[in-house]
């Protein structure tokens, strides 16, 4: 029997190496979001979300609709709205009229803002170097073969329509 000293073990019942699982892998995303949140704060006086927002907008360098921009970063609408309204403050991105449709706005990094981001994603990407670091190459690319693995098992699951658990009790009546 394997000894487990972390916080995850404490998952019991049958399906607990799946619970673990998921603690695990949801600890692991908190403690590196944690780490990068903190830094940028720390090193560059910009929160997470105004990182994602500028990195989504240097993908597309002749800018998005808000609408689309709250869709990639998986947020409100209001959300986008008000941190694009301070990185237009900073002239970080510019909020221009969308000539195809009066009623949306175009929003895209202004040269300030692709020099800011830049530098920042130089810095960020040696950050998430050193802590995957723990991980030699072999492990790293393990690990990305088996989460690619679970990502498309995910997303085949998410398309099927719900279906309602079942307990042991409904098993035995059956």
């Known amino acids: 029997?394997?000894?487990?000293?972390?916080?995850?073990?404490?998952?019991?019942?049958?399906?607990?190496?799946?619970?673990r699982l998921w603690l695990r892998m949801l600890t692991c995303t908190n403690l590196i979001e944690g780490s990068v949140r903190s830094r940028l704060r720390k090193e560059f006086d910009i929160t997470l979300p105004r990182f994602d927002l500028m990195a989504q907008l240097e993908r597309v360098p002749e800018g998005m609709k808000m609408g689309e921009l709250s869709r990639r970063m998986m947020v409100t609408g209001g959300n986008v709205t008000g941190i694009t309204d301070q990185l237009v403050e900073e002239g970080l991105v510019a909020r221009l009229d969308n000539p195809k449709d009066r009623r949306a706005y175009i929003v895209k990094l202004t040269s300030k803002g692709r020099k800011a981001f830049d530098e920042m994603a130089k810095v960020h990407e040696q950050w998430i170097v050193e802590l995957f670091a723990g991980l030699n190459e072999e492990q790293s690319h393990e690990l990305l073969e088996l989460?690619?693995?679970?990502?498309?098992?995910?997303?085949?699951?998410?398309?099927?329509?719900?279906?309602?658990?079942?307990?042991?009790?409904?098993?035995?009546?059956?």
């Open 1 to 19: 029997m394997r000894k487990h000293t972390d916080s995850e073990t404490r998952a019991h019942s049958e399906h607990a190496d799946a619970l």
């Open 147 to 174: 989460l690619a693995r679970l990502k498309k098992h995910l997303t085949t699951v998410m398309e099927k329509p719900a279906s309602k658990p079942t307990t042991s009790t409904q098993h035995e009546r059956n």
